[in-house]
């Protein structure tokens, strides 16, 4: 079975996103890339909500390259540019039929909706925030819903110069 590990980068307030979804408050391009690489180079399959992926390909460039992509929609777009596969299944029958295909890390990237299903279906092994120097006020929440109490332990944090901050959980007893 692989490690299903939430990803994801947030305000100190716990938003995601801003109130339109974007995410224009987050650095980019600077001098650390915050673990990006050595994680990224981790990972053998990724899964992100229609949402994610409809913000990832408005994108200069695209960023998930060598990578088998999953995106969860009931709506699938017509064109497909970067050959994801669409997925119109609960994430309880992926992760069993599809994720269990893989050995190492499925990086759940987005969005709350997606990975409060996740959490619900009590299907996320590893949580890994980046806690960003921002405070939004309002947003997408980190998590929004009603799934119980998770209970979760440190693996690891890092700080960074410019005040970043990795915390880095597994859910407690897996």
Not at 115 to 124: K, S, V
């Given at each position: 079975?692989p490690?299903i590990i939430?990803?994801?980068?947030?305000?100190?307030d716990?938003?995601i996103?801003?109130?339109d979804?974007?995410?224009d408050w987050?650095p980019?391009?600077?001098?650390?890339?915050?673990?990006?690489?050595?994680?990224?180079?981790?990972?053998?399959?990724?899964v992100?909500?229609r949402?994610?992926?409809?913000q990832?390909?408005?994108f200069?460039?695209w960023l998930f390259?060598g990578?088998?992509i999953y995106?969860?929609?009931?709506?699938?777009?017509e064109?497909?540019?970067?050959d994801v596969r669409f997925v119109?299944?609960?994430p309880a029958?992926?992760?069993?039929?599809v994720?269990s295909?893989?050995e190492?890390?499925v990086?759940?990237?987005?969005g709350?909706?997606l990975?409060?299903?996740?959490?619900?279906?009590?299907?996320?092994d590893?949580?890994m925030?980046?806690v960003?120097?921002t405070i939004l006020g309002r947003g997408?929440p980190?998590f929004g819903?009603?799934?119980p109490h998770?209970?979760?332990?440190?693996?690891?944090t890092?700080?960074?110069?410019d005040?970043?901050?990795?915390?880095h959980?597994?859910?407690?007893?897996a």
């Open positions: 079975m490690t939430y990803q994801v980068a947030m305000s100190l716990g938003y996103a801003d109130v979804g974007g995410v987050l980019e391009g600077g001098a650390d890339d915050y673990g990006y690489q050595e994680f990224y180079a981790g990972v053998v399959a990724l992100m909500g949402r994610t992926y409809d990832a390909i408005s200069d460039q390259t990578k088998p995106v969860f929609t009931s709506n699938p777009p064109d497909n540019p970067h119109q299944s609960d029958d992926f992760v069993r039929d994720a295909q893989y190492g890390m990086w759940l990237l987005g709350a909706n990975a409060e299903q996740f959490r619900r279906d009590d299907l996320i590893e949580y925030l980046h960003m120097p997408v980190l819903g009603d799934a998770t209970a979760l332990e440190l693996v690891a890092r700080a960074f110069d005040g970043v901050v990795m915390l959980y597994r859910r407690a007893g």
